[in-house]
């Protein structure tokens, strides 16, 4: 089999006594979509942010393409992508200052940058809206800009923090469409979600609770051991022996 895109064993983080993400262990493959679900403070965010090379972990070991989170977060860095739901883009930047600004950060040449700039705002259709503000536009919009952005150097892996909250069903549907378009590509997508329905969408899923892995396997497989119409049921029989909130 090939190398594993992202490969954590026993990944663990604590913030004094508190363990916020306990002896995690998974493998994700390259082109796969994976799940990564759990309530409001069952650790979720902070293992991102371990993957991402932004936090350095207590204990435990973890790859991101090939590279080590203790020793290797600049080169991680240049090999992903990151979206969040709450901060992506700069609103009062127009479309093409931003896409400008973020090939920038992620070291593309200047003429890289204009070809990487005219080939998105043609593929998104916002060649008229190309020199407004960011602030203006439909949150669809900001979102399906702000995925295409962090794909903008063409990362092996693409980490989506709650990237459709807010957005209506349709907009969700076509966002979804992008992320198979990327996944069929090659590239690795790490999701997180509060729509359970989108879970379905994915290769997939992980359903963590206070910090631990509870469950890890396709939405099929789990529903079946789960004896679940649905994967927001596998979700809330998990979530009921939480202790813990945010």
């Known amino acids: 089999m090939a190398e594993p895109m992202i ?4 990944l663990t983080r604590m913030f004094g ?25 069952a650790g979720k965010t902070t293992a991102m942010r371990m993957l991402t090379g932004l936090l350095v972990p207590t204990e435990g070991e973890a790859t991101v393409a090939g590279f080590d989170v203790y020793s290797q977060a600049e080169q991680i860095k240049k090999q992903i992508g990151y979206m969040s739901q709450k901060f992506s883009l700069y609103e009062d930047l127009t479309v093409r200052e931003n896409i400008r600004l973020y090939g920038g950060i992620y070291g593309l040449a200047d003429q890289q940058i204009k070809q990487k700039s005219d080939d998105l705002i043609s593929m ?19 979102q399906k800009l702000a995925f295409s952005v962090a794909l903008i150097h063409e990362p092996q892996i693409v980490f989506l923090d709650e990237p459709t909250g ?14 198979y378009k990327v996944a069929d590509e090659g590239t690795t997508v790490f999701v997180t979600t509060h729509y359970m329905d989108e879970a379905e969408y994915c290769d997939r899923v992980s359903i963590m609770v206070d910090g631990r892995i509870d469950a890890m396997d396709t939405p099929a497989e789990l529903k079946e051991r789960y004896n679940a119409e649905d994967i927001e049921e596998v979700f809330i029989t998990l979530a009921r022996g939480a202790k813990r909130r945010e």
């Open 7 to 10: 490969k954590a064993e026993n």
């Open 17 to 41: 006594d508190f363990t916020a993400v306990d002896h995690i262990s998974f493998e994700v493959g390259r082109g796969e979509i994976f799940g990564f679900l759990g309530a409001n403070g």
């Open 166 to 179: 807010g957005v209506d069903p349709i907009t969700r549907r076509q966002f979804w469409e992008q992320i």
């Open 124 to 142: 998104l259709n916002m060649q008229d809206l190309q020199n407004q503000k960011i602030g203006s536009l439909p949150l669809g919009w900001k």
